[in-house]
């Protein structure tokens, strides 16, 4: 049964530049959230898609755009990128009606 | 003052000792309770999940949890090497579809 994978799992991108990341959740799961987590820091919460619609949004600005397709996969993408914008991007799925989360390996954005 | 707050350390014990580690809370809405193990480069793994106050022991671990007060606490038996990671504390307000809001995690090292 494969859990919940990410890619690409590196990719070094330069300011200004546009992002895109992608994730199949767990088996099962229906329901896809994506995490910023910066060096040193917990997992922040970015958004959540079920039903291919973004459910809730963290305190994120708008460059940060998602989406979910038919089969559940997502993609994360991240426009006009900053320095700030480098850390590990985690996505994370679940079964809606439960919380507990697994999480993919992520990928790992450097912004120069 | 953030929502989660939770000692960095790190926190260094020898192979076989109590581990104590501890996070406290101000959202009294939180209901679901999570701690996740990160090892170094990976995405966060599930080690236990619980809903409101109690305890809850899975093998060498134990997840207390203390509304009351909002502290939340895991406990690890006969610690092992293998148990050098970061452990992150989770909540959240609702089961399956709201937001899930971590600590910044504790280092810990197992030392044999």
């Known amino acids: 049964d494969a859990g919940v994978t990410q890619s690409p799992t590196h990719l ?5 530049q546009q992002v895109t990341l992608r994730c199949s959740p767990k088996s099962g799961h229906d329901t896809v959230s994506w995490y910023q987590q910066a060096l040193g820091q917990g997992p922040q ?4 898609y079920y039903e291919e619609e973004e459910r809730q949004r963290g305190n994120f600005p708008d460059r940060f755009s998602g989406h979910q397709f038919p089969n559940y996969s997502s993609e994360l993408n991240v426009n006009a990128l900053l320095l700030g914008d480098s850390a590990l991007y985690l996505c994370a799925s ?3 009606d439960t919380g507990e989360l697994f999480f993919g390996e992520g990928s790992r954005l450097t912004v120069l | 003052q953030k929502e989660v707050e939770q000692d960095p350390g790190p926190l260094s014990v020898p192979e076989g000792a109590i581990v104590s580690l501890n996070c406290t809370y101000s959202n009294s809405a939180f209901q679901y309770f999570m701690w996740y193990r990160q090892y170094s480069r990976k995405g966060p793994e599930l080690l236990m999940y619980t809903y409101s106050s109690g305890n809850k022991e899975d093998g060498r671990f134990t997840a207390q949890v203390d509304k009351s007060s909002k502290y939340i606490s895991l406990f690890i038996r006969d610690s092992q090497p293998s148990d050098s990671a970061t452990y992150l504390c989770a909540m959240s307000e609702s089961g399956g579809y709201q937001k899930v809001t971590f600590g910044t995690g504790t280092k810990l090292q197992v030392i044999p």
Request: proline share 0%; aromatic share 16%.
């Open chain 1, 45 to 48: 919460f970015i958004f959540q």
């Open chain 1, 12 to 16: 070094i991108k330069t300011r200004g």
């Open chain 1, 94 to 96: 679940n079964i809606r």
